[in-house]
């Protein structure tokens, strides 16, 4: 039998040319090493990375404009020490009212980027060549929320890194200034990990359950909106009818809850102003928490579910 | 040891018996699975791939069963799905590459391995563009390469020259035919489309309605049978007739005369009675059998049985 003429430059494009098989001996890694794999695309995609340009403009335009504050202040170190010095009476931003001053930043980072992560298998039927792999849908959740999580911290991470500089630099002595300094940085890192993770948590459990990216996105607007507004409505009403209960409700807020909980990191009370009713910040924790715990599960549930 | 081996497997959803007591083993080769659109062939290599589990039976694959090892088997396992499942947005080399990692390949193997099947399924240039803008032949080759990508053992198609003009078509068939014969992959091949299986494969597994119908090597479908089928440009009427006067059994059908074939002096007697008639006469020829006769004839059957 003889084989067709092959690496003919003639050929018409399209054409099979046959330069024999070889068969595969090489090593198989496992389901761990199929979830780094899946966690690693998440993460570039996260970014855009081997997409159209396209795809990198809104994630790095919304972890810009979540970091420009803390980088005005850090760029401005300098002015902000000879106001203080002058006698002026500066706010600055801090560790513990970063987060939540800019959440709504970040929040709007998850509703670009988490429905790209679940949809876009949905949505193209992928998922079916996941889930004939080493791949169960548990781990295939687990690692796209993995990747999402750890996208939000480094996000989440950066601009308090950049308040961490600019409080070193405002100081006259550097050195001496970071062993001062860091103490009261250090509880950041937990708190941005929890923030990371009931963030990534809500937004692909909620996003999962549309093969649409555009409902997926509404859906958790809506959701965070409703969570948001329902319970300070009934709070209110029902500190006009001296209901005792009604401030509990805070508990099943997304944004706010996550927010009261960074201050339990810091040790602080919470600020009356800034969080109705009586809560404390270790009761916003342990709602968090178990948000994230929820999310999941919800998350764990769709997967088990979805058809493929 | 069976390359596939069902007992009694069925799968129900509600009232739809999607497979129902089927009993199968297949030996390597290229197999062709046909029945028509609903017959249960999707529902079986899902079942065979551990995405859907059966409702009753079992299933092994390569001697590992469908539910218990269903990891193990998706190692050696490729599968090619019916429907579209590639996303538009990144090239196809980094897609199957990011396949052949999910199916365990370390990285530069994937890489490797990503480029030797993208040439074998014959993608050169365009494999760096971006998938959405791949004519449906392409998108074909590329999910041909994802099944292929990790070198299983068994290779399952579904209806792989689905939306394939005819060139595309001919190109998809021959890829699947070298992948048996020269790559030693045992490949089962979905389709309604029986001529694109009697084209490629070796063994040939009817079902239809979740039942097995027939499972025999193809050749066996259409070895010749005890059929003569005369063709006359006109008076097959006539012809009948007088075939049947002298004795023979026969049948018009369209402008063919369709004899069982009982004798070699057979010959003879339609040669005299066509001359005697003055008939202009087109071809003799042994009717061989076909395999859409396999569901013709066999429907009613079924029907009656169940």
């Known amino acids: 039998m003889t084989a067709p003429s092959r690496f003919t430059a003639t050929s018409p494009a399209g054409n099979i040319y046959d330069l024999g098989y070889r068969h595969y001996e090489g090593k198989r890694n496992g389901r761990a090493y199929a979830m780094w794999s899946l966690f690693v695309e998440s993460f570039r995609g996260i970014w855009g990375f081997g997409r159209p340009t396209t795809a990198k403009v809104a994630p790095f335009l919304l972890a810009g404009f979540y970091a420009l504050p803390a980088v005005v202040q850090l760029a401005f170190s300098s002015v902000i020490t000879q106001q203080v010095a002058s006698g002026a009476n500066v706010t600055l931003l801090t560790y513990d009212s970063y987060f939540p001053a800019f959440s709504i930043l ?37 690692a796209r929320l993995g990747s999402l999580a750890t ?17 070193v630099l405002m100081k006259p002595d550097t050195f001496g200034a970071v062993g001062d300094e860091w103490p009261r940085a250090l509880p950041a890192v937990p708190a941005t990990a929890l923030i990371s993770a009931g963030l990534a948590a809500i937004s692909l459990a909620i996003s999962s359950f549309s093969p649409r990216r555009a409902y997926s996105a509404i859906g958790m607007v809506a959701y965070v909106l409703l969570m948001e507004a329902i319970p300070a409505a009934i709070y209110s009403i029902g500190q006009t009818s001296g209901s005792s209960w009604s401030d509990k409700l805070f508990l099943v807020t997304p944004l706010t809850s996550l927010n009261g909980a960074v201050h339990w990191f810091f040790g602080e009370k919470l600020d009356p102003q800034d969080f109705s009713g009586n809560l404390t910040s270790g009761e916003y924790l342990a709602a968090a928490l178990a948000s994230i715990v929820v999310m999941t599960a919800v998350l764990a549930y769709r997967y088990r579910r979805v058809p493929a | 040891m069976a ?18 007591g089927l009993d199968l083993r297949v030996e390597p080769g ?34 590992m069963d469908s539910v218990t090892e269903t990891r193990s088997i998706r190692q050696f396992v490729g599968y090619m799905p019916e429907h579209d499942c590639l996303p538009p947005d990144v090239g196809a080399t980094e897609f199957v590459t990011h396949m052949a990692r999910i199916s365990g390949l370390p990285r530069t193997a994937a890489r490797e391995r990503t480029a030797e099947v993208l040439r074998h399924v014959g993608l050169y240039e365009e494999r760096y563009r971006q998938i959405g803008g791949y004519s449906t032949g392409m998108k074909q080759r590329v999910k041909l390469a994802q099944a292929l990508v990790h070198d299983p053992k068994l290779l399952l198609l579904d209806e792989p020259t689905n939306g394939l003009d005819p060139a595309g078509r001919d190109e998809m068939l021959d890829l699947i035919k070298r992948t048996g014969t020269e790559f030693g992959i045992t490949v089962v091949v979905a389709s309604h489309l029986l001529g694109e299986i009697e084209q490629v494969c070796t063994y040939l597994l009817a079902i239809d309605a979740g039942h097995l119908l027939r499972a025999a090597p193809i050749s066996t479908f259409t070895e010749r049978t005890p059929v003569l089928a005369v063709e006359v440009e006109e008076g097959a009427d006539r012809l009948v007739t007088a075939l049947a006067a002298s004795g023979a ?58």
């Open chain 2, 30 to 63: 290229i197999i062709g699975l046909v029945g028509a659109n609903g017959a249960g062939k999707s529902t079986l290599l899902k079942v065979l791939l551990g995405l859907i589990s059966p409702t009753a039976g079992r299933a092994s694959v390569l001697g």
């Open chain 2, 3 to 20: 390359l596939i081996e069902t007992a009694s497997l069925s799968k129900y959803y509600g009232p739809v018996k999607a497979l129902d």
């Open chain 1, 151 to 167: 996208a939000l911290f480094l996000l989440l991470l950066v601009p308090t890194l950049a308040l961490f500089v600019g409080d």
């Open chain 1, 106 to 142: 970040v929040f709007f980072f998850c509703v670009a980027q988490a429905p790209e992560l679940v949809c876009r298998d949905q949505r193209n039927q992928v998922l079916p060549l996941y889930f004939t792999r080493s791949m169960g849908r548990i781990e295939y959740a687990l």
């Open chain 2, 249 to 306: 059994r026969a049948r018009q059908d369209g402008p063919r005369v369709l004899i069982a074939l009982n004798s070699e002096a057979l010959y003879d007697d339609v040669r005299d009675i066509v001359a005697d008639l003055g008939l202009p006469l087109v071809r003799v020829q042994q009717e061989r059998g076909r395999l859409e006769d396999l569901f013709r004839d066999a429907a009613p059957t079924a029907g009656s049985a169940g």
